[in-house]
């Protein structure tokens, strides 16, 4: 293996990069840098986050821009603003003993005439996302005929956000001659088509992805009910109570809904998504980075290029529509040499899914068993006895009422006070797990209800609830279930089977709670449509009052705010039907 000095890189980065520690090029480096610093050639790199991809086109730039110019000569674009600033931090970092280097960052939803000031001090690079950069083009803020290197970053990942428009108009703002340097984690027709009309003959070079067969990534699977997904959560999370770690969902609105409920369940977690502003966002980062919050819920896009060490797990809440996402997903672990766990939580019917993900990691995946009650409580307890024993003893603070407590517990024995102590807090886990059920999905029986297995479930002849609402509004199982329990207030064991059709679906629900739960309709509105739901049992449909179904309609409006997504969620999950 070559060295950085071998690779051409110049004595002044070499002093910056050994600083921040890196001593071996890795592949990536090794293989781009000496192409790239021959400034002779279009390059595209297949390769993804964590492979030291910034390095390998951030040294070169450094090399092949003249910092005593102060004009704009390097052009880094990146799909979010998170990888956007880490991008520009770490040119930085390499350039810290280049004096004149000025690399700015821009980026949507932060201050644009500040960045316009950085611009006009002579930026020489900047890295930018598409959407700012359009703006400050318009407003004529940046030059770009000087422009010499333009830097795709995660290409395909700005053609999913609908950067295209914008990255076709930026770079016919650039000069012919200049040279463009494309990275991507994949390769689908739209990326081979920036390749094609922006680029004579590149270089190519695809990485083996470091994360993809990381020794130090273990992955597991949960195989549960649609309806325990949640649950099963919580119990992995109580199981791990020493857990830092990410939590992926599909959708905006999943991502904000199990970030909500966590909190309200008393854990420590938050979310991440693109609905946040900008400042919200970076609190959010700030309190993960510091580890005040200990688990950041995310969307896939969100959480692309973050670069925190020490994340213990990532789970996958459900799985990516497509399989090279849980690569990038699971990626966030097991960083710099660290050992890490990748879960996803899946039923019985995304079983094929957990098949198709192994193939692309070219991994075996464990199936695991979703901790019982007694795993977690023991969990628990380890975690007690560890609080306990490195506790710092405030004693100047505790002196005055020593007295009085020794007095109290000098009957005690230290055995009989240690097993108390563990017992104050074993026993409110205790209490709340006592009669939680196997959360787990027995695969070799797969057909039989968990009913069948411990008694708890529905019969098929209990009522079943018809709504106007099915797979054409964006509806699966699983979030036809939370729709129902937020809806109604019904508790997942008053749910039961879900049947989704095209335009209608049925639900059966616990006899008792039915009234309440077609009350709760009146006047919902999904989608611009009015929302109508119906008894269906025994073969006859009734309104939820019992009169026939076709006199109860038109209701009064009240709408739902969740529709957007729901129909966002259905694009993509055809998309990955179709794989
Ligand atoms: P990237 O793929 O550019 O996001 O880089 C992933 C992480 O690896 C970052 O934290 C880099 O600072 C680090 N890194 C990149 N190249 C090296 C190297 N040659 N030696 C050690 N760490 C590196």
């Excluded at 309806?227 to 857990?243: G, H, M, N, T």
């Excluded at 309200?264 to 946040?276: I, M, P, T, V």
Aim: charged residues 30%; aromatic residues 8%; contains cysteine.
């Amino acid at each position: 293996m070559r060295s950085f000095n071998e690779l051409g890189v110049g004595e002044k980065a070499l002093k910056a990069i050994a600083e921040l520690g890196f001593e071996q090029p890795t592949p990536i480096q090794e293989q781009a840098i000496p192409v790239l610093l021959t400034d002779e050639k279009d390059f595209v790199g297949l390769a993804q986050t964590g492979t030291g991809k910034t390095a390998a086109f951030g040294l070169p730039l450094i090399e092949l821009v003249d910092f005593h110019k102060p004009i704009t000569q390097a052009l880094v674009l990146a799909p979010t603003r998170e990888l956007c600033v880490q991008i520009s931090k770490d040119m930085m970092n390499y350039s810290k003993y280049h004096q004149s280097a000025n690399i700015v960052a821009v980026y949507g939803g932060a201050s644009i005439d500040t960045q316009i000031r950085q611009i006009r001090k002579g930026a020489q690079i900047i890295a930018a996302t598409p959407g700012r950069l359009i703006d400050l083009i318009h407003r004529k803020a940046i030059r770009l005929e000087t422009i010499r290197y333009v830097v795709l970053d995660e290409a395909d990942e700005m053609l999913n956000m609908g950067f295209q428009e914008d990255i076709d108009e930026i770079l016919s703002h650039t000069p012919k001659d200049k040279k463009v340097w494309l990275f991507s984690a994949t390769m689908p027709a739209e990326v081979r088509s920036i390749a094609s009309n922006y680029m004579t003959n590149p270089f190519e070079l695809t990485v083996g992805r470091k994360n993809e067969g990381a020794e130090n990534i273990e992955h597991h699977y949960y195989v549960v009910h649609e309806r325990d997904r949640y649950a099963s959560l919580k119990r992995i999370l109580d199981a791990e109570p020493e857990i830092f770690g990410i939590i992926f969902c599909r959708t905006k609105i999943d991502t904000q809904r199990i970030a909500e409920n966590l909190i309200k369940d008393g854990y420590n977690a938050d979310s991440l998504h693109g609905d946040l502003s900008q400042q919200q966002r970076d609190k959010v980062m700030a309190r993960y980075r510091s580890r005040t919050l200990q688990m950041l819920v995310a969307t896939d896009v969100a959480a692309r290029g973050i670069d925190v060490n020490d994340v213990t797990h990532v789970i996958h809440y459900n799985l990516p529509d497509e399989a090279e996402n849980y690569l990038h997903r699971s990626g966030r672990t097991a960083r710099a040499g660290k050992s890490g766990v990748s879960v996803a939580l899946v039923n019985v019917r995304e079983l094929d899914k957990i098949r198709q993900v192994e193939k692309r990691v070219n991994k075996k995946f464990h199936l695991s068993k979703i901790p019982t009650a007694v795993d977690v409580c023991e969990q628990q307890l380890m975690k007690l006895m560890k609080k306990i024993h490195d506790v710092e003893v405030n004693e100047k603070g505790i002196a005055k009422y020593l007295p009085s407590i020794f007095e109290e517990l000098h009957d005690i024995s230290k055995e009989d006070l240690i097993q108390r102590v563990v017992s104050i807090e074993f026993n409110r886990f205790l209490d709340y797990y006592r009669n939680a059920p196997d959360l787990n999905v027995d695969i070799a029986h797969q057909g039989r209800s968990r009913s069948s297995q411990n008694g708890e479930s529905y019969r098929s002849s209990a009522p079943r609830m018809f709504i106007n609402l099915g797979s054409v509004d964006g509806f699966d199982r699983g979030n036809m279930l939370d729709y129902v329990m937020e809806m109604t207030g019904a508790t997942k064991n008053q749910v039961g089977k879900i049947d989704i059709k095209g335009v209608y679906s049925f639900i059966e629900m616990e006899e008792q709670a039915l009234p309440k739960a077609m009350e709760s309709f009146r006047g919902e509105v999904f989608n611009g449509r009015k929302v109508r739901v119906e008894i269906s049992g025994d073969g006859e449909r009734k309104s939820f009052d019992g009169k026939k179904s076709k006199e109860k309609r038109g209701w009064g409006e009240k709408s739902y705010k969740r529709n957007e997504s729901f129909s966002g969620d259905k694009k993509r999950k055809r998309k990955y039907a179709g794989r």
